[in-house]
């Protein structure tokens, strides 16, 4: 080999390895400054989460009852108390916006809910202007109020998927989820003292008191997702305490329509004031609390800065040394990157959920079906499938429209999840059509679940956007045969399900109807079904 030859593999065995890691190190800064990127985000919507609960949870609530006071006993102290809760709330709202990211970095959802916000505050302007004029003399702007709190709820909701430190989301959930239940008390508060002050023939407000009980549920669920936290388990002490449970039992007598004694309903007020207070309590301590994290985010993404340019200086050190590694760092980063492909192509053939019911899909359960059957083979003795769908659902799209169609088809396949046993298979069929496979389940036993589950649809109140309840029915075809290993056809099966189900439909609809039983196929068809057989193409 040339001397030529020689230098210039030598000079390439020394470049390219040092030019490899020069790019890595590129790569490197490159991650390390979005982590700096995500820190300053997290910190600053921790921020902007911070300021905004602490409005709904302070600011906003103190300028009603400040303008309460002021409508019901008007004076110059009480003038003076209500200007100055107002300074004071445009104060935070000032700092609130001053925090916001750029408009033009946020996504649609949140810009939209900001400028409803936007509207909200407008409004509670021109109702300090007509305050002031004596226009509201009698009554108060309270549901002005109510609604520009609810609206910066919106936000503060719409804020907490944007962030990603796992840590600072858990607390604004906690935030979110005491501010909700906040909010839900003091609408049943309000509504139900207004109500047990009036005369016995006073018309109950019942759409604005379920209002409540739906804020009040969404803000527990939100909080029972993060029942250890220190926060949420004095919430859930505090509210198991013997006089808030009692408070809840009159809460929901008031909601069956009976109304308390004088005694009972003014306890069941003083309860409801405590509650409402220590929650406020527990919201100022929240958003307290993210305020702090994002505090700590913004020493993080500092030290983070500083780490940054420290590795910057040491990759101009170390590159030379790093050079004689570098072809086997980058194989190494090519089998990380196979591997990675692999895993995605994993997790995408894993996608066998339906989106919208959270039910297995056709993929999902044909998989999840021949893994049952595989494993009950010498244990289930039977196997039945239940078809079912919902009645005149067309006309539920129609009137209601799809987003109601949607929630009806969510509600009934968590219906179904519950009602029927825990090791059946569960598979939305398409459109308003679901289909269950149960393993070990004669025909008549199939039917006896599915009409557990007929009872249960046909009890259940679905509540729509609009506050409507929605009530459904739905039609069960059952049919079932002999678990034998050898036949894994179930097209016959699903076959005289559908015919039941038609059978049903015809029948006049919600009811369960039950077909023949599918006989064992002879040996000869069992060597046939074993050799080419399969699931049915429709599951």
């Known amino acids: ?49 911070a300021r905004g609960g602490s409005i709904a949870a302070t600011e906003i609530l103190s300028e009603i009852d400040a303008t309460r006071r002021h409508l019901a006993h008007p004076s110059r102290g009480t003038a003076v108390d209500m200007q100055q809760s107002r300074l004071t709330l445009d104060r935070e709202r000032r700092a609130f916006y001053a925090s916001l990211p750029p408009r033009d970095t946020l996504d649609q959802g949140l810009a939209g809910e900001l400028s409803a916000l ?17 226009r509201y003399s009698g009554s108060n702007p309270g549901s002005i109020y109510w609604y520009a709190a609810l609206k910066q709820l919106a936000v503060v909701d ?146 983070h800065l500083i780490q940054i340019l420290a590795l910057c200086a040491g990759l101009l050190i170390l590159a030379t040394l790093v050079m004689m ?41 044909e998989v999840a079906a021949s893994a049952l059957l595989t494993q009950a083979e010498h244990g289930s003795h039977w ?24 929630a009806v088809l969510r509600h009934v396949a968590g219906v179904a999840r519950q009602n029927f046993r825990s090791f059946d298979l569960l598979v939305r069929h398409g459109g308003e059509e679901f289909l269950a496979l149960l393993p070990d389940s004669t025909p008549d036993e199939a039917a006896i679940v599915a009409e557990r589950v007929r009872q249960a649809i046909e009890a259940a109140e679905i509540p729509l956007a609009s506050g409507d309840l929605l009530k459904v029915t739905a039609s069960f075809g059952c049919a079932g045969r002999a678990n034998d290993a050898a036949n894994r056809n179930f097209e016959d099966l699903v076959k005289r399900a559908d015919l039941a189900l038609y059978a049903a439909k015809a029948s006049g609809r919600n009811c369960v109807v039950s077909g023949p039983v599918v006989p064992a196929p002879p040996q000869e068809e069992r060597r046939k079904t074993a050799s080419g057989g399969g699931f049915d193409s429709r599951i």
């Open 383 to 406: 196997i039945s499938v239940v078809l079912f769908d919902l009645d005149h659902f067309k006309k539920i799209n129609d009137i209601h429209g799809h987003d109601a169609g949607d």
């Open 118 to 134: 936007s509207l909200a505050y407008s409004r509670i302007v021109a109702a300090r202007s007509a305050v002031d004029q004596g």
């Open 325 to 365: 590694l570098a072809a086997r760092g980058l194989r190494l980063i090519d089998k990380l990157a196979r591997d990675r492909e692999t895993l995605v192509g994993e997790l995408r053939n894993a996608a066998q959920t339906d989106l919208l019911t959270g039910l297995y899909n056709r993929r999902g359960f």
């Open 158 to 303: 719409a804020l907490s998927p944007l962030i990603s430190d796992p840590v600072l989301l858990e607390k604004s959930n906690q935030l979110m989820g005491i501010l909700l239940t906040y909010y839900g008390e003091r609408l049943i508060t309000g509504i139900g003292t207004r109500y047990l002050n009036q005369d016995v023939s006073a018309r109950f407000p019942i759409e604005l008191f379920i209002q409540g009980k739906t804020m009040l549920g969404a803000g527990m669920d939100h909080m029972v997702f993060h029942s250890t936290a220190p926060i949420v388990r004095d919430i859930v002490a505090y509210l198991g305490r013997g006089d808030q449970l009692k408070a809840n039992a009159i809460t929901d007598a008031i909601l069956a329509g009976s109304r308390p004694s004088r005694a009972m309903g003014d306890a069941w007020a003083a309860a409801q004031r405590e509650r409402m207070a220590f929650l406020q309590q527990k919201m100022v301590e929240a958003a307290s609390d993210i305020h702090e994290t994002g505090e700590q985010f913004s020493t993080l993404s500092h030290i």
């Open 1 to 49: 080999m040339k001397f030529e030859t020689i230098k210039k593999v030598i000079l390439a065995a020394i470049l390219l390895p040092f030019v490899f890691m020069l790019i890595e190190g590129v790569f490197v800064l490159r991650t390390s400054i979005l982590q700096y990127r995500d820190l300053e985000k997290d910190r600053q919507f921790a921020d902007v989460l």
